[in-house]
């Protein structure tokens, strides 16, 4: 199970920082990331993180979102600036084996599990 929180509104410009935690998942070995969803739409990727915490990013993620990781307390993080109205969406917590991350180098995969979500809204 992958539970996140931090998600809320903010203005545009603003920040948030999104969280994601699991009592299932062992983060140290397991390839991550973030995806987001609006109704109607396709997930966007955003980025993953592989075993040895190298992320990866969609090209249009690049320099605003960075995705980070705690093994000691498992703990996934999405550090998102300068957030603009187009950011507002469902924000998704991820997790596969950790082949998947390998297996897509230089692209973010397509996850296979998720969590329930975390609202953001950019207004």
């Known amino acids: 199970q992958l539970v996140e929180s931090g998600g809320g509104s903010v203005q545009a410009g603003g920040s948030l920082r999104l969280s994601c935690s699991s009592g299932g998942y062992n983060f140290a070995s397991a390839c991550m990331g973030w995806f987001r969803q609006v109704p109607k739409k396709e997930r966007e990727g955003i980025g993953a993180i592989d075993e040895s915490g190298t992320t990866t990013y969609t090209e249009s993620m690049k320099g605003r979102f960075t995705i980070s990781k705690d093994n000691a307390v498992n703990t996934l993080s999405l550090q998102m600036n300068s957030l603009k109205p187009e950011d507002t969406a469902m924000y998704y917590c991820?997790?596969?084996?950790?082949?998947?991350?390998?297996?897509?180098?230089?692209?973010?995969?397509?996850?296979?599990?998720r969590g329930q979500g975390t609202q953001v809204t950019v207004s």
């Open positions: 991820a997790v596969d084996p950790a082949y998947v991350c390998d297996k897509v180098v230089g692209r973010v995969p397509e996850f296979s599990f």
